[in-house]
């Protein structure tokens, strides 16, 4: 009799407790119930996913709740990664609202009609900020469609601890670069010399801008469009990087290694020198890393009377215009490019800042001396031709310099048959 009272009682409160609790639901929905979150999707490639999932994607979504960035993991090899945003514009229904893009994207993009215009979304003032090269990649006519995330530059890594045992003063030419590596080798201290990357991919590319420019070659005059690629300096350059393989001093499978195959060779120990981006810096002085403060990192070296060359690379982000939420993207954009969050974004991964200020910044500084050095560096910025038809550009000289580094044509047929190729694309325009 008292044990069925309790129970009434207990289902009457518990009654009570589920009207009360309905009712509250009702005329105070929380916040998920009444509003879902807008999804802003966006595709990186894998090791870039990494520093924004750990930082600056948590803080941002903290800060709005009515926004979710679904970061997409994509292949290494950016090329791989703009084929899927291609075909994803191109099939019509891209799932993306921010599109990350690598500095030599945004004009293909931008002549498509992927993208928004952004020209008036920050003041001049706001984007006298960001290094003049980096905003310029976003422009297309004279509208702009990136705002730079992160710069990026190629450069020489060296080991100091080796070089100073053996006496050597880092690289400046070609030739130098050679004769330490051999020397270090004969003296049974490194495995191998020099580390690059070979595979026929876009690395192959920006690789090889810097070769050819230490060379004094070139690749497509972007004002004239003339093309430099069977000229008598690419074939030097070529040269180089075969004789590397076949001397012993790069490893035989260079011509399939991507940057994150050379990143872990120079890592363990095994080379005297690397030609990578500086996100290489933070893990090779890494706790774990075989070595942690022995390296050291320099412009390209070139033949003596030429000046060194770094790649421009790079990240941006654009909006598609297929986009529903073009404001909430807007707005992330605007949080992810903000001076505090690159600050934040760049201390933790060690990527390049693209806004000027933070190569000097004292936090930054503090953690990476090397910085004022990598200003310095940009200023031997080479461009990959900034033109629409890059893409396809690019293509036809990662075939032909691969097949001549591999063997199966002679440097001189596969630049040749590259340069009409090129030319035959840059006159047609398709
Ligand atoms: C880096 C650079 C990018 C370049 C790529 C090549 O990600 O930032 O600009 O195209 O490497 O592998």
């Known amino acids: 009799m008292f044990k069925q009272k309790i129970l009434l009682k207990l289902q009457f409160c518990t009654g009570i407790f589920l009207a009360v609790s309905l009712s509250i639901i009702l005329l105070f929905p929380p916040p998920a119930l009444s509003q879902k979150a807008v999804v802003l999707n966006m595709l990186m490639t894998a090791p870039d996913a990494q520093p924004w999932q750990q930082g600056i994607i948590k803080d941002f979504e903290a800060k709005n709740p009515g926004i979710r960035i679904n970061l997409i993991e994509g292949p290494n090899a950016?090329?791989?990664?703009?084929?899927?945003?291609?075909?994803?514009?191109?099939l019509g229904d891209s799932p993306y609202d921010l599109v990350n893009m690598d500095v030599i994207w945004s004009s293909k993009f931008a002549s498509a009609g992927w993208l928004l215009d952004l020209s008036d979304k920050l003041t001049k003032e706001e984007l006298a900020a960001f290094s003049s090269k980096d905003i310029e990649a976003g422009r297309y006519e004279a509208k702009l469609?990136?705002?730079?995330?992160?710069?990026?530059?190629?450069?020489?890594?060296?080991?100091?601890?080796l070089l100073n045992q053996a006496g050597f003063q880092p690289p400046e030419t070609f030739a130098d670069l050679l004769k330490i590596s051999k020397s270090l080798k004969e003296q049974g201290k490194i495995k191998w010399g020099y580390l690059w990357q070979g595979r026929q991919y876009e690395g192959l590319a920006a690789m090889f801008v810097e070769v050819l420019q230490g060379f004094g070659g070139f690749w497509v005059n972007p004002d004239t469009l003339e093309v430099g690629l069977d000229k008598p300096e690419t074939l030097k350059a070529i040269a180089f990087l075969k004789d590397t393989i076949q001397e012993g001093i790069s490893p035989s499978g260079t011509t399939t290694y991507m940057e994150e195959d050379t990143r872990r060779i120079f890592q363990n120990g095994q080379a005297a020198f690397l030609r990578s981006w500086p996100y290489v810096w933070p893990l090779a002085n890494a706790e774990d890393s075989a070595i942690k403060d022995q390296i050291g990192i320099k412009l390209m070296v070139a033949t003596s009377g030429n000046n060194g060359g770094t790649c421009l690379g790079g990240w941006g982000l654009g909006i598609a215009k297929s986009s529903q939420h073009p404001q909430e993207a807007w707005k992330a954009i605007r949080y992810f490019t903000s001076e505090e969050v690159q600050r934040q974004f760049i201390l933790q991964a060690g990527f390049v800042p693209s806004r000027r200020s933070l190569f000097t910044d004292p936090e930054i500084?503090?953690?990476?001396?090397?910085?004022?050095?990598?200003?310095?560096?940009?200023d031997s910025a080479v461009l990959r031709p900034p033109i629409a038809q890059y893409a396809q550009v690019s293509d036809i000289l990662q075939r032909y310099l691969s097949a001549a580094l591999t063997n199966s044509m002679t440097p001189a047929s596969a630049m040749q048959a590259a340069a009409n190729e090129t030319r035959r694309l840059l006159r047609t325009g398709k």
Do not use: C, M, W
């Open 145 to 161: 469609f990136r705002i730079p995330i992160r710069s990026d530059l190629g450069v020489l890594y060296y080991r100091k601890d």
């Open 365 to 378: 500084i503090s953690k990476y001396p090397h910085y004022s050095q990598l200003l310095k560096i940009s």
């Open 78 to 90: 950016t090329n791989l990664l703009e084929d899927l945003y291609t075909s994803a514009f191109i």
